[in-house]
């Protein structure tokens, strides 16, 4: 089975820009979740999605936003990036709420 | 959401011996997983307990909980230089919110 699948795995972006992220879950999971992994910050949870529906929310500002599509596949948007959005973000798909998550390699993403 | 607090937050071992870390929480939990993150990479699932179990076993892994303690250890036996990595307890809490520690840095020296 593959694992989950995260696009793109670098990404180099503008202060003011906005970025979008890929994330395709292991076949048959229909909940994704996303994380952002900071040095500073430790994994920090931005959301998740269930059966195209945010399930859960984090406390992040409303430029991060996602959303799934009926194969299940999530993607995450972060608009007017600033340099403190520079980190690894990380997705992961589980088969249900109390399963372990299973994550992706994830997009590292430089804010200049 | 609470977090787990983990300590050490670093650990140095030489390969052979054994590794202990430790979680400890604050407020009643649905489960708890401990996940392996080697640098730069995604993390990776090791073992889940669940909060009316007291011990579980993967290979040289061993988790407990005390709930009353609010606290569980992973013990990683005879330890390689493959194990180093970070290692994260996370919680989840009973309306189904997944947390993560912090994270214990493990080195194992050759």
């Known amino acids: 089975k593959a694992g989950v699948t995260q696009t793109p795995r670098y990404l180099i972006k503008t202060r003011g820009q906005q970025v979008t992220l890929s994330c395709s879950p292991i076949?048959?999971?229909?909940?994704v979740s996303w994380y952002q992994q900071t040095p500073g910050q430790g994994l920090q949870f931005l959301f998740e999605y269930f059966s195209e529906t945010q399930r859960n929310k984090g406390n992040f500002p409303g430029r991060f936003s996602g959303r799934q599509f009926s194969n299940s596949r999530s993607e995450m948007n972060v608009s007017t990036l600033e340099l403190g959005d520079s980190a690894l973000y990380l997705c992961?798909?589980?088969?249900?709420?109390?399963?372990?998550?299973?994550f992706g390699n994830g997009t590292r993403l430089t804010v200049t | 959401s609470q977090q787990g607090e983990e300590d050490p937050q670093a650990l140095s071992i030489q390969e052979g011996e054994n590794a202990t870390m430790n979680c400890s929480y604050k407020?009643?939990?649905?489960?708890l997983q401990w996940y392996r993150q080697n640098s730069g990479r995604g993390l990776v699932h090791l073992i889940l307990?669940?909060?009316?179990?007291r011990e579980k076993h993967s290979g040289r892994l061993r988790v407990t909980l005390d709930t009353s303690k609010k606290s569980s250890s992973l013990l990683i036996t005879a330890s390689r230089a493959a194990d180093t990595a970070s290692y994260f307890c996370?919680?989840?809490?009973?309306?189904?919110?997944?947390?993560f520690g912090a994270g214990t840095t493990v080195t194992v020296r050759a």
């Open positions: 076949s048959g999971h229909r909940s």
């Open positions: 407020t009643s939990i649905n489960n």
């Open positions: 307990i669940r909060s009316n179990e």
């Open positions: 996370a919680l989840l809490s009973n309306d189904y919110k997944l947390s």
């Open positions: 992961a798909s589980s088969l249900s709420r109390d399963s372990p998550l299973h």
